[in-house]
């Protein structure tokens, strides 16, 4: 069976950063994209990052040019780096691997981190 594994949140200031990862097992992983979303309560889940097998991003407006995502193919791991947290970056952060081609209706979660920001 196939495992998403986040860890990395926490309780950060405003202003400062964390490093979310997901460690994913029991999949064919470099050929997956690779994503990261985030749900508060009373809310939909929203897209934060995607990374394709490629490396190809795409960032929500409002993360852009503060979130980065990226992925070591090697390790089966993914990773958002968060600088400049505001307070209405928290949130549960969910990883997401999605197939691709015939493997288009292979989508997976992890469990979810929380990630509070607040002085």
């Known amino acids: 069976q196939v495992q998403l594994v986040e860890s990395g949140g926490g309780l950060v200031q405003p202003g400062g950063s964390l490093r979310l990862s997901c460690a994913a097992s029991?999949?064919?992983?470099?050929?997956?994209?690779m994503g990261w979303y985030r749900q508060t309560p009373g809310k939909q889940r929203e897209l934060v990052a995607t990374?394709?097998?490629?490396?190809?991003?795409n960032y929500a407006d409002s993360v852009k040019g503060r979130f980065t995502i990226s992925r070591d193919n090697a390790k089966n791991m993914v990773y958002l780096q968060m600088n400049s947290l505001k307070p209405e970056d928290t949130a549960v952060y969910y990883c997401?691997?999605?197939?691709?081609?015939?493997?288009?209706?292979?989508?997976?979660w992890g469990q979810g981190t929380q990630v509070t920001v607040s002085s």
């Open positions: 990374i394709t097998s490629g490396s190809n991003t």
């Open positions: 997401n691997a999605r197939g691709v081609g015939t493997l288009a209706a292979n989508n997976y």
């Open positions: 029991r999949i064919l992983f470099s050929i997956y994209t």
